[in-house]
Each structure stands twice: as C-alpha cells, then as structure tokens.
C-alpha cells in the first residue's frame, strides 16, 4: 500500500533476503591471511604490473590472469572519504557516525573502501596517512581488519 507523504506517494516495506556466496580462490586467501597472518595481499598483473587489492584474479586493464601474490603494506592514503550520520542496522558494522574511506596501500594501484576510526571527523583529509588496525578476534572476512587509523 502506498500513502501520500508531502503531495508524493510513498511505499514503505522492507525486504531481509538471507544468502550465501562462494568467495572463491582469490577472496578465500585475502581472507585467510588476514586472519591468520595479519597480512594484507593483493595480486599483481604479469602484463601491465598493476597490483590490485581487493586481489583480483582478471586484470581490469588489460585482461591478462593475475597469477602473482605481492604482500602490501598496511599503511596507505586515504584517497577520499564520507562521513555516514543515519543508521542501518543490518547494513553498518557500528553505530553512526561512520567514516568510511577509500585508501591506496603502500604497494598497491588501486584503492579500497574501508572505515576509518580512532579519528576526529572534522579532521579527516584527502592525502593522510592511515594504518589498518586488525581485529583480536578475526573470523575470515572484510572486518578482520577493524579499521583505519591515522598515523604520522
């Protein structure tokens, strides 16, 4: 059913779809050693030498198979960056407000979103320098690596 919200009509429902997804050879060992190593790995193009992270398996310039594992560094640059004020609760690892950046590791080509924490908000700027933080409890995904803190 739809209702009239300020001259527009509005649908409001929800929709929770639980699944499952293979994360596949190359995730499955980003995972792994992140969890087990506190390492940070990404893969590197035998064609171009882009380093990709997330690893990828198919280089996204020239489609060559990214066989070659280099360890990054978990220091990086924080390429851009939101600030997230409103709550998802199925959705958002943490309560709001969130950072959430895109950060290139020493090492790699190409940036990743992560959340930023142990910052103050108004002091996040393109260009600073953050160190990942890793998770004392790790259970093989994303959040293994809890966040993103300013260093230097």
């Known amino acids: 059913m739809s209702e009239k919200d300020e001259g ?3 649908h409001r429902s929800g929709i929770k779809v639980p699944y499952q997804w293979h ?3 190359y ?5 792994t050693e992140i969890k087990d190593n506190k390492k940070i790995w990404g893969t590197k193009c035998p064609d171009c030498a882009k380093v990709f992270i997330p690893p990828k398996k198919t280089c996204i310039e020239c489609f060559k198979q990214c066989y070659e594992w280099v360890e990054l560094s978990d220091t990086g640059t924080l390429l851009t960056y939101t600030v997230v004020h409103y709550g998802e609760p199925l959705i958002q690892p943490k309560e709001p407000p969130i950072a959430y950046g895109i950060i290139k590791l020493d090492g790699a080509d190409t940036g990743f979103v992560h959340m930023l924490g142990e910052v103050d ?3 996040i700027r393109v260009g600073m320098r953050v160190k990942a933080v890793f998770n004392e409890n790790p259970e093989g995904n994303y959040l293994d690596i809890k966040y993103f ?3 230097g």
């Open 27 to 31: 995730a499955t060992r980003f995972y």
């Open 121 to 123: 908000f108004d002091k």
């Open 23 to 25: 994360a596949g050879e």
């Open 149 to 151: 803190k300013p260093v």
């Open 8 to 10: 527009i009509y509005v």
